[in-house]
T-cell receptor, first 113, second 111 residues
Framework: DAGVIQSPRHEVTEMGQEVTLRCKPISGHDYLFWYRQTMMRGLELLIYFNNNVPIDDSGMPEDRFSAKMPNASFSTLKIQPSEPRDSAVYFC???????????FGQGTRLTVV | GENVEQHPSTLSVQEGDSAVIKCTYSDSASNYFPWYKQELGKGPQLIIDIRSNVGEKKDQRIAVTLNKTAKHFSLHITETQPEDSAVYFCAASRSNYKLTFGKGTLLTVNP
């Protein structure tokens, strides 16, 4: 398996624009997580899904953020409109059931100017 | 919610020395404590984990200890090598897959 695949690896956008980050989890994994990493706040869990259903979105910072998982092999994290303080590395991770290990993707480095 | 504190934020050791990173957690219901290693430009990767029914676990040069009474756990790396240089994160979780991470420790192993 190629692991968790995220795209794009880097994204630079202007304030106010819509940004969509994409993730393909490892096949057969039941859980999918979106994390945000910054120097100030470290690794924060934004939302996670179980069998494509959102379980906990309490980490989503505000209504500008939304996440979907239309099927077991694809998820998106959307920011609309984007702001400079959204600049961070966004990680997607997946886990199989009964095993807590989270397998992380390479991340998307988002810069909002 | 859970709060995980991690110390030190940076650690520099000579090759061959040992390194110790410590974490404390706040939620007494947490029962799963993994450690992740993150190399530059990559996502975190699990290196070892421990569950609350175990006090210590070893895997070659890496060991983790857990003190549930005091709510703290530690990562021990012996005979450090330059390739151990990375950022290390501790985390805590109840049995619901939701991990709360510490802020990380930048470990530098000097040849």
């Amino acid at each position: 398996d190629a692991g968790v695949i995220q795209s794009p690896r880097h994204e630079v956008t202007e304030m106010g624009q819509e940004v969509t980050l994409r993730c393909k989890p490892i096949s057969g994994h039941d859980y999918l997580f979106w994390y945000r990493q910054t120097m100030m706040r470290g690794l924060e869990l934004l939302i996670y899904f179980n069998n494509n259903v959102p379980i906990d979105d309490s980490g989503m910072p505000e209504d500008r953020f939304s996440a979907k998982m239309p099927n077991a092999s694809f998820s998106t994290l959307k920011i609309q409109p984007s702001e400079p303080r959204d600049s961070a590395v966004y990680f997607c991770a997946s886990s199989p059931i009964y095993i807590h290990e989270a397998f992380f993707g390479q991340g998307t480095r988002l810069t909002v100017v | 919610g859970e709060n995980v504190e991690q110390h030190p934020s940076t650690l520099s050791v000579q090759e061959g020395d040992s390194a110790v990173i410590k974490c404390t957690y706040s939620d007494s219901a947490s029962n799963y404590f993994p450690w992740y290693k993150q190399e530059l430009g990559k996502g975190p990767q699990l290196i070892i984990d421990i569950r609350s029914n175990v006090g210590e676990k070893k895997d070659q040069r890496i060991a983790v200890t857990l003190n549930k009474t005091a709510k703290h756990f530690s990562l021990h790396i012996t005979e450090t090598q330059p390739e151990d240089s990375a950022v290390y994160f501790c985390a805590a979780s109840r049995s619901n897959y939701k991990l709360t991470f510490g802020k990380g420790t930048l470990l530098t192993v000097n040849p």
